[in-house]
């Protein structure tokens, strides 16, 4: 069973994910949102060995410590195809508020829906769930207990905010019940934010549950 170390980071509280296989240390690294030093400790202190970055979307607060984690181990970044644009642009990902944290990113693999990845001996499907950012991603790990990386999207009984560049709650809402409401009940789910819980969970208390078409 995969090894996830849940990490919160910066000023508006990012969950950043390290998981790990604790027989070969290979590691993946979700969303790095700040704190390069504080994750670059971790990985150190555990002896592991990154073998890529992925983003669930391309905001400030999941991607501030991507410069200093590539340039140390030389990785691959993963994100979706349509958030190229805001990844690439300060003003639109926010870093450029303030200019000493400005991130703009061009070289990274570029994603699509339903497209698997194969890391730490798994298969991470890639689920386009529009509506946080229209590039918003999440992976979903298989396994006897499975995992899925929401991201922005889908949160413990809430969902992530739609009023910023590329948003819509429309597509938010369609996302979460086509894409996420559709995997197995026992799925965890790791957000981007505040605390896990399960699709189970979320099929019974998240609001998206009372809107209507």
């Keep these: 069973?995969?090894?996830?170390?849940?990490?919160?980071?910066?000023?508006?509280?990012t969950n950043c994910y390290?998981?790990?296989?604790?027989?070969?240390?290979?590691?993946?690294?979700?969303?790095?949102?700040?704190?390069?030093?504080r994750i670059l400790s971790f990985l150190e202190e555990e002896e592991l060995h990154p073998q890529a970055i992925l983003l669930t979307h391309g905001?400030?607060?999941h991607i501030l410590?991507?410069?200093a984690l590539r340039e140390k181990y030389k990785i691959p970044l993963y994100a979706a195809e349509e958030?190229?644009?805001?990844?690439g642009n300060g003003q639109l990902n926010m870093s450029g508020r303030d200019p000493e944290d400005n991130v703009e990113i061009q070289d990274f693999t570029a994603l699509r829906d339903g497209?698997?990845?194969?890391?730490?001996?798994?298969?991470?499907?890639?689920?386009s769930t529009p509506g946080h950012t229209r590039g918003s991603i999440c992976f979903?790990?298989?396994?006897?207990?499975?995992y899925l990386f929401s991201g922005d999207t889908l949160f413990c009984e809430s969902y992530g905010r739609t009023d910023l560049y590329s948003g819509s709650e429309k597509e938010i809402i369609r996302s979460i019940r086509e894409k996420l409401f559709t995997l197995p009940e026992e799925t965890l789910v790791f957000p981007g934010h505040e605390e896990?819980?399960?699709i189970r969970n979320e099929k019974s208390y998240n609001p998206v549950n009372f809107f209507r078409e």
């Design 1 to 13: 069973m995969l090894q996830v170390k849940s990490m919160v980071v910066g000023i508006v509280g």
């Design 18 to 37: 390290i998981v790990y296989d604790k027989k070969s240390r290979d590691a993946v690294i979700i969303d790095p949102g700040a704190e390069a030093e």
């Design 59 to 61: 905001h400030f607060d």
């Design 65 to 67: 410590a991507v410069p």
């Design 83 to 87: 958030e190229r644009k805001m990844l």
């Design 115 to 127: 497209e698997e990845l194969e890391f730490l001996g798994k298969k991470w499907k890639v689920l």
């Design 140 to 146: 979903f790990v298989e396994g006897e207990v499975p």
């Design 196 to 198: 896990s819980t399960t």
